[in-house]
């Protein structure tokens, strides 16, 4: 009894001691540039990434070629992924601005709906997508941050999980109003 009560005391102030280091959109509220969704993304933008394992080592680059295009507080934005070995894929979002800085989006390969929120020149978005891996489909959870630098500059980085086992990591650099 008294091991699986020193158990639970750990497992509880491991996951306490995980909630406290955890970074909060609410950390970034007030930072400039605010960064804007339909904004940054209206128009063409271009993107530079890779996909990192969890030991870190590189596995995949790619190259983004996007437009965004919003009637309102609804967007649609195009992305075409060029990957390091010449396998080509696209993805469409459908984008919802909401009150309070928050957003919402679907594209056909993300389960459900994605949520966002932005404060100050970070924006996180918590998404599934369907993730094709040599013939099987597995569903994948991104914890997504976007940091806005400046008027062209965001970064992003992307921890993917699956049962709350961290896979790796997708960084992007994404650039507006300048081509390759």
């Known amino acids: 009894m ?21 970074a909060s ?3 970034y509220r007030g930072t400039r540039p605010g960064f804007d969704l339909k904004t940054y993304f209206n128009g063409p933008v271009t993107a530079q990434g ?4 969890r030991s870190g080592k590189v596995l995949r680059r790619f190259s983004v070629q996007m437009s965004g295009s919003w009637q309102g507080d609804r967007g649609v934005l195009d992305e075409h992924f060029t990957y390091d070995d010449g396998e080509k894929q696209r993805r469409v979002w459908t984008l919802q601005k909401l009150p309070d800085g928050r957003y919402s989006g679907t594209a056909s390969d993300v389960v459900g709906q994605a949520s966002g929120r932005s404060a ?37 980085r992307s921890v993917m999980s699956k049962w709350g086992v961290r896979l790796g990591e997708v960084t992007l650099m994404f650039r507006k109003g300048e081509q390759p």
Request: hydrophobic content about 50%.
């Open 25 to 27: 959109i609410d950390d």
């Open 2 to 22: 008294i091991r699986i009560l020193k158990a639970a005391v750990l497992a509880a102030l491991c996951g306490l001691l995980a909630a406290c280091s955890s």
């Open 120 to 156: 100050g020149f970070a924006l996180f978005w918590d998404y599934t997508l369907r993730l094709p891996v040599d013939g099987t489909v597995y569903e994948v959870r991104f914890d997504d941050w976007m940091y806005q630098l400046d008027e062209h500059t965001v970064l992003n």
């Open 50 to 53: 890779m996909f990192q394992d």
